[in-house]
C-alpha cells in the first residue's frame, strides 16, 4: 500500500522560503518518479515540479528559478525547497508518485494529504 505523506508547510512572509517534504512508503522508492502539485481556492491543481527516478526534474515557468526539486532515496523522501515565495504561492501543496517517459511526468492515483502553505504580503 503506497501512502504519500507531506510536511513542511506554513505562514511565511513574501521573499521568504520554506522546504516541504514527502515521505513515502509501500513500493519501491526509488524507481518512481514524484511530483509536486499545488491546489490554490477555486483553481484547479496544478504541477509544479516532477523528479524522474534518475534525477531528472522539470518545473512549472512560474516556479522555474526559485523552486528547487530534490529526493534522497536512502531516506524514500522527496522536497520541493521553496524561495523567494509570493503570495500567489499560497496553495495547498500535494506530493504525487508517478511514472517519468521522455520528459514527461505521468501522475497517478497515489496522492498524500496535502500541506497548506500561505504567503502573506
Known amino acids: 500500500q503506497v501512502q504519500l505523506v507531506e510536511s513542511g508547510g506554513g505562514l511565511v512572509q513574501a521573499g521568504g522560503s520554506l522546504r516541504l517534504s514527502c515521505a513515502a512508503s509501500g513500493g519501491t522508492f526509488s524507481t518512481n518518479a514524484f511530483a509536486w502539485y499545488r491546489q490554490a481556492p477555486e483553481k484547479q491543481r496544478e504541477l509544479v515540479a516532477f523528479i524522474s527516478s534518475g534525477g531528472s526534474t522539470n518545473y512549472a515557468g512560474s516556479v522555474k528559478g526559485r523552486f528547487t526539486i530534490s529526493r534522497d532515496n536512502a531516506k524514500n523522501t522527496v522536497y520541493l525547497r521553496m524561495n523567494s515565495l509570493k503570495p500567489e504561492d499560497t496553495a495547498v501543496y500535494y506530493c504525487?508518485?508517478?511514472?517519468?517517459?521522455?520528459?514527461?511526468?505521468?501522475?497517478?492515483?497515489?496522492w498524500g494529504q496535502g500541506t497548506q502553505v500561505t504567503v502573506s504580503s
Open positions: 504525487n508518485r508517478g511514472r517519468y517517459s521522455s520528459g514527461s511526468y505521468y501522475g497517478t492515483t497515489y
